[in-house]
């Protein structure tokens, strides 16, 4: 398995360092991207389900917040990477300036959300400290692509990111969707929590991302 996905990283690298702007990763940021706005919406919505009980007001409040900010990251994303698609050869590059700057914003606002957060309940806390972990690593993994498809990147960024995506192979749309369900819905033996993460499960059909929670379809 590991080899597996050792190979899967040097032939991206490889594929993209020769194809320099190719278009071929599009379709599966693309995926990622989609099924990485209700992951985050369901950090939000869990928590809110804990509210009184394992989640203070004050830990509510910071969720919602960087929950929202790191949405409006991630769609914005979305509408860059489609924007890119479309763009011609010479809008590209700032294009991908723009795709970059939002995948940090991402990536800031979730970093910064663990540090902020006090919950006295070890499940929950476990619970949002795995999820959070494992968006995290997959945003990291998106932005370790994005210099290898950039014609204007230096040979030194290009090298430093063929380093990161070895060591760091991005999950495809699929793998990050079971590594999420399985994560968000394992068993932790805090009833109310186990409740609340059961229907939390992130589907993908083609570009749409559908997720349970509270009975909403999107």
Known sequence: MKFGKTMLALTLC??????????????EAEQIVAALVP???????????LQGESVSANDLETIQNAGSQAGADLQLLQSLIAAYQKAGAAAQPGILNQVQAAIKGAQSTMNGLLPALHIKDAATQAKITAVVGIMLSEI?????????????ASPGTRAMAVMQVKKQPPLTASEFVSSYNTTMTAKT???????????????LHGQFARWASAGLLK
């Open 39 to 49: 992951a985050a919406a369901n950090i939000v919505a869990l928590v809110a389900m």
């Open 189 to 203: 033996g805090n009833a109310e929590l186990d409740h609340a993460t059961a229907g939390m499960r992130i589907h």
């Open 140 to 152: 990291q993994s998106l932005a370790a692509i994005v210099p290898l498809v950039d014609p204007s």
């Open 14 to 27: 490889v594929t993209l360092m020769c194809t320099a702007c190719s278009t071929a990763w599009i379709s």
